[in-house]
């Protein structure tokens, strides 16, 4: 087995625009490093060093590939195991060839969520492929979309070469856990690769758990970004931290798009609602969680009268903006996310707010066939 440089070599990797140096490795990002300094909260950061939707990508000849990680995982003091690693999957040719469990590497205790975080140091592990097809392929390994994960080195028993250059379209999407996808089962079964892979485009996932709060540093990073394709799910982490009300919604929304358009003024453009949640159809947040894992809007419905934000209230704010907005931009386009998953679905919510991973799947269908079907807002 060779070593193979993972940075300044023949490796691509495609989802991730930062790239640490760690004292085991290197660390991908989903948001650039200029943008740190400006997380008003540290779960973003975190957030951002889950791998949702980055590979590494290259051409071999090999028959055989390893790659040693060290993931990073957590447990609360209450729960006799870590939380489960996830997956790697390998792809050759873009179809899927195998997949494995990330080793357990790092593991952070804490007593609660929040709480702070006792690190149990770990060793890194070996995620090894074999009985690839002979002859040159091009290979992706996806990350686990819920772990962070250091690469710490990658080994071939063939000759390594630089990727073929992409030609497809390149999409980037914005959203909440619902497009980070943790529970989804494995990196290429979140609906957004589900739905680049029937699409036939390259997905970048920014979608950030607990964190899709419209931040401007967001909006920047869109606007510099090639993109072919952009897709924005706004609305329940706003509505379950009641972090606008509806006097500052508007606006900010507005500001996003304002922003995205700088850099992009023609390309097009969806703006997704949330999808079915019935503990905040009609009530506020702020959120809480049960002792039976479910969760629970502890706002007053009365107040939406007065500006309190419910989904039913977001997704006529968001319907109402880009209809107001498209007279100036043919190029932006709404979907109500009921669409993608439905009120007559919400048996596949186990925690009231998080789909299943066939739910993911199907809502990643559902979106291929509403964008990039012939009229649809990404067809070709």
């Not at 063939?158 to 497809?168: I, N, Q």
């Not at 401007?216 to 509505?239: C, E, F, H, M, Q």
């Not at 949640?277 to 107040?303: M, N, Q, S």
């Not at 968001?318 to 932006?332: E, N, Q, T």
Request: glycine share 12%.
């Amino acid at each position: 087995m060779k070593a193979v440089p993972l940075v300044g070599g023949p490796v691509e990797l495609r989802g991730a625009l930062d790239l640490e140096t760690t004292e085991a490795g290197v660390m991908p990002r989903r948001l650039p490093a200029w943008t740190k300094v400006q997380y008003q909260d540290p779960s973003v950061y975190g957030v951002t060093l889950m791998p949702s939707g980055v590979r590494l990508v290259f051409r071999t000849d090999a028959c055989e590939v390893e790659l040693d990680v060290l993931t990073s995982t957590g447990q609360l003091d209450a729960e006799p195991q870590p939380r489960p690693t996830g997956m790697m999957e390998l792809l050759v040719d873009g179809v899927p060839f195998g997949r494995q469990q990330a080793p357990l590497g790092n593991v952070l205790r804490m007593a609660g969520p929040g709480a702070e975080q006792r690190l149990i140091p770990g060793e890194p592990g070996t995620v090894r492929f074999g009985g690839l097809p002979a002859g040159m392929k091009q290979v992706e390994l996806w990350l686990p979309q819920q772990t962070p994960t250091e690469l710490v080195s990658l080994r071939a028993d063939g000759e390594v070469l630089a990727p073929l250059p992409d030609g497809r379209r390149r999409w980037v999407h914005y959203g909440s856990s619902i497009s980070h996808c943790l529970e989804a089962d494995g990196p290429t079964g979140t609906w957004p690769v589900v739905a680049a892979t029937l699409g036939g485009v390259e997905v970048i996932n920014l979608g950030q758990a607990g964190n899709e709060m419209l931040d401007p540093y967001v909006a920047r990073t869109i606007r510099d970004l090639p993109a072919d394709l952009i897709s924005l799910k706004v609305g329940i982490n706003i509505v379950a931290l009641a972090a606008f009300r509806q006097r500052s919604f508007g606006p900010a929304v507005h500001g996003f798009l304002d922003t995205i358009r700088e850099g992009h003024p023609q390309t097009p453009l969806l703006l997704i609602s949330p999808v079915s949640c019935p503990t905040f159809e009609e009530r506020p947040g702020p959120v809480a969680a049960g002792a039976d894992g479910k969760i629970t809007a502890l706002g007053d419905p009365a107040d939406v009268a007065g500006g309190a934000l419910s989904l039913t209230l977001v997704r006529a704010e968001l319907a109402r903006i880009v209809a107001a907005r498209r007279a100036r931009d043919c190029h932006l386009h709404y979907l109500d996310g009921r669409e993608l998953l439905g009120p007559d679905e919400v048996a596949d919510l186990p925690d009231g707010l998080h789909p299943t991973a066939a739910a993911y799947r199907r809502m990643g269908k559902r979106f291929a066939a509403h964008a990039f079907v012939d009229g649809g807002p990404f067809a070709c």
